[in-house]
């Protein structure tokens, strides 16, 4: 069965950065996109970008150019959402999930919080 | 960008109730749309993909219809397993945007 696992959460400073993780199971990681998606705490859902494992091919939303970065690791099927310069907007649940052309496994979500 | 506007967000029904939630596209979507349901503290759940299939596993009472740039997402005989949010996701254009969604609540 598919299954994405995600890292843990995170409490990080402001002005630092997170790298948080995806580990895929259960299908071929290089024959589906990987979407990250953001929530704040009591909002709504917003699509950061996408990667596609089999070459690496990024496409970001341009509100998270300079913010996100994708990357994934083809050997352990494990996909990576970089975030740069934290601010407190930041502070959010952070999905990947499975895509075809829409989301349709995801994760368990981490939360990263940014406080001093 | 394409904006999804939803409506109403937030919904009070009784069990058994029937309820309606709508998206409106800023541009004709071609029915590239998927609805999603989510609990507090999990993630989205796919229900409905391409405006009206049903996701494996998704219930009868779910439906989903609509063309153009409205769309609508249904929930016949509402039950005590269906409280909780649902969100529009359009998948025609990048960025994938999603509606603002909708909280579904017991009266």
């Known amino acids: 069965q598919v299954q994405l696992q995600q890292s843990g959460a995170e409490l990080v400073k402001p002005g630092s950065s997170v790298k948080i993780s995806c580990k895929a199971s259960?299908?071929?990681?290089?024959?589906?996109?990987m979407h990250w998606i953001k929530q704040q705490p009591g909002n709504g859902l917003e699509w950061i970008g996408w990667?596609?494992?089999?070459?690496?091919?990024?496409k970001y939303n341009q509100k998270f150019n300079g913010k996100a970065t994708l990357t994934a690791d083809k050997s352990s099927s494990t996909a990576y959402m970089q975030l740069s310069s934290l601010t407190s907007e930041d502070s959010a649940v952070y999905f990947c999930?499975?895509?075809?052309?829409?989301?349709?496994?995801w994760g368990q979500g981490v939360m990263v919080t940014v406080s001093s | 960008d394409i904006q999804m506007t939803q409506s109403p967000p937030s919904l009070s029904a009784s069990l058994g109730d029937k309820v309606t939630i709508t998206c409106q596209a800023s541009?004709?979507?071609?029915?590239?749309i998927a609805w999603y349901q989510q609990k507090p503290g999990k993630a989205p759940r796919l229900l409905i993909r391409?405006?009206?299939t049903l996701e494996s596993g998704t219930p009868s009472r779910f439906s989903g219809s609509g063309s153009g740039r409205d769309y609508s997402f249904s929930i016949s005989n509402v039950e005590s397993e269906d409280i909780a949010s649902y969100y529009c996701?359009?998948?025609?254009?990048?960025?994938?945007?999603f509606g603002g969604g909708t909280k579904l609540e017991l009266k």
């Open positions: 996701l359009q998948y025609v254009n990048l960025p994938r945007t």
């Open positions: 391409y405006t009206s």
């Open positions: 259960g299908y071929t990681f290089t024959s589906y996109d």
């Open positions: 999930a499975r895509s075809q052309l829409y989301p349709d496994y």
């Open positions: 541009q004709n979507i071609n029915k590239y």
């Open positions: 990667i596609y494992p089999g070459n690496g091919n990024t």
